[in-house]
């Protein structure tokens, strides 16, 4: 009971910083702090993502940011061509509606987790690793010799997309947007993980035999849980496109990859604001420590290194305790 309160308490003081700080500096007339906390909140939905996957079915996809940089290139795609007054390929019509362009980013990452997923599941362990780092780099590689959409330059966004009844271009507004998808996102972890489905997520992790004793299919589970983190995280990406009015193959990159990795194993590996806690320290080092060395990853090194060694529940783990399962 103590163990349940003092989580809760950490939680909610998570999310309370979260939304104080970019008010006080919207307030304070310090925008910078606004997208800082955006970033945090796009960067730890693409966490709760990659959660789904590595925290509850432990599956270690190095090719998460495939899927972050499809969302991203959905988003500069469709404000690219609406920006020109262009089609999109096959006569699609361009727009650029926010929710439009979610789904759209939403079903392209789908589609491509399955097949991927399908092949990739199939193996386990390293080899596991491997495959799905290989298909992230097969499509960063694509990305990079695609001169249509910049190539290596990248993609500019001239005009940040737009959401009904939003003013998307002020940082506040943005800012409040990204924490309702995050908030959504948090709760779409938490159905999963309190489901039946998530339960058999989680049983494929620790016994795959003895899940299909019992008459289910360990690989269909994965393949669904794996199909809905590459969703969650291509939503992400579509959100920090916008943010930055920018997408280049570095969303695609297995840098990317390894940073939601970072995030997740950082703030609890399987816990609900685990990957809030992981975004929040890693823009923070990224922040302070950043305009003082470029090595600032030298610092976060050290911390991660403390974390596996010693907190092996994350950050949330030492400061809340145990979580009640897995």
Not at 52 to 70: D, E, K, P, R, T
Not at 141 to 146: H, M
Not at 257 to 271: D, P, T
Request: with cysteine; charged share 10%.
């Amino acid at each position: 009971m103590m163990a349940l309160s003092r989580g809760t308490l950490v939680s909610a003081l998570l999310l309370v910083l979260l939304v104080a700080i970019p008010v006080a500096a919207t307030m304070a007339g310090e925008p910078f702090y606004v997208t800082l906390a955006t970033r945090i909140a796009i960067l730890a939905l693409a966490a709760v993502g990659l959660n789904i996957a590595l925290g509850l079915g432990g599956l270690v996809s190095f090719g998460h940011a495939a899927f972050f940089g499809l969302g991203g290139y959905v988003a500069g795609i469709f404000a690219t061509h609406a920006f020109n007054g262009e089609p999109l390929p096959f006569g699609l019509t361009a727009t650029t509606s926010m929710p439009v362009i979610w789904l759209s980013a939403m079903a392209l990452c789908g589609l491509v987790a399955l097949p991927i997923g399908a092949i990739s599941l199939r193996t386990s362990g390293v080899y596991f690793i491997m495959i799905t780092l290989a298909f992230a780099q097969m499509i960063y590689y694509f990305a990079v010799s695609w001169p249509s959409y910049g190539g290596e330059d990248g993609l500019s966004i001239y005009v940040r997309n737009g959401f009904p009844g939003l003013n998307t271009a002020q940082p506040l507004p943005y800012f409040l947007l990204c924490l309702g998808v995050l908030a959504a996102g948090l709760v779409l972890f938490q159905l999963i993980k309190g489901s039946r489905f998530g339960t058999a997520l989680e049983a494929s992790r620790q016994n795959p035999t003895r899940l299909a004793a019992v008459g289910i299919a360990p690989f269909a589970i994965r393949l669904v849980a794996f199909a809905v983190s590459a969703m969650v995280t291509g939503l992400a990406g579509a959100l920090f496109a916008d943010l930055n009015r920018f997408v280049s193959p570095s969303m695609l990159s297995w840098h990317m990859s390894g940073e939601l990795i970072v995030l997740i194993i950082l703030g609890g590996k399987g816990r609900l604001f685990g990957p809030l806690a992981g975004a929040m320290v890693y823009v923070l080092f990224e922040y302070a420590l950043g305009g003082i060395t470029e090595r600032w990853q030298f610092f976060l090194g050290l911390i991660l290194l403390g974390v596996v060694l010693f907190a092996r529940g994350g950050l949330l783990g030492l400061l809340a305790g145990k979580a009640r399962h897995g």
